[in-house]
């Protein structure tokens, strides 16, 4: 980006959106709609999931309680999304002897592409019962909570991905 000649930022458009280098871009990017620049891959964060192959309800539950969630998304061992699974329904398969995730697995989870604008995703998110699963060629990538479109969208400060 340019003034008087001169370059005052160089970078992507959403690297300026989202870091100014000065007041002048801060002033030129403070009008740009960030739902419809931002994508999925600038807010998505690092998912918690359990493996189907080799861990059952007990290691679900376990890492749902360390990590303070109610659901886990579970992938297999390629990290193929196989769907999720909630505190309840694995409480109840803990305390009914099942072993097996398969039993109490749901499919019914809200998706995106690494490139689905957070307008898009607001509209995915608004009466989703988990996180939106970040999904490429099948491969869970990353979750997104309503928090993080809710901080993009107010002042432009992304969530650093760590998928």
């Known amino acids: 980006m340019m003034k008087d000649g001169m370059i005052v930022q160089i970078g992507t458009p959403e690297e300026i959106l989202m870091n100014p280098a000065n007041d002048y871009v801060e002033r030129f990017v403070e009008d740009v709609d960030r739902s419809k ?18 861990h059952g309800p007990r290691v679900a539950l376990e890492r749902m309680r360390e990590q303070g969630l109610s659901s886990l998304y579970v992938v297999d061992r390629a990290r193929q999304l196989k769907g999720y699974v909630t505190a309840d329904d694995v409480k109840n398969a803990r305390e009914n002897d ?35 699963a970040v999904v490429e060629d099948g491969k869970l990538k990353g979750i997104i909570v309503r928090g993080a479109v809710i901080a ?12």
Not at 104 to 111: E, G, K, Q, S
Not at 152 to 163: E, I, K, P, R, Y
């Open 37 to 54: 620049v931002l994508t999925a891959s600038h807010i998505m964060k690092r998912p918690e999931t359990v493996d189907i192959e080799k």
């Open 98 to 132: 099942k072993k097996d995730l398969n039993a109490i697995l749901r499919t019914d989870m809200p998706t995106a592409n690494m490139d689905t604008s957070v307008h898009d995703i607001f509209e995915i998110i608004h009466n989703a019962p988990v996180p939106v």
């Open 152 to 163: 993009a969208l107010a002042n432009g400060s992304g969530v650093t991905t760590d998928a």
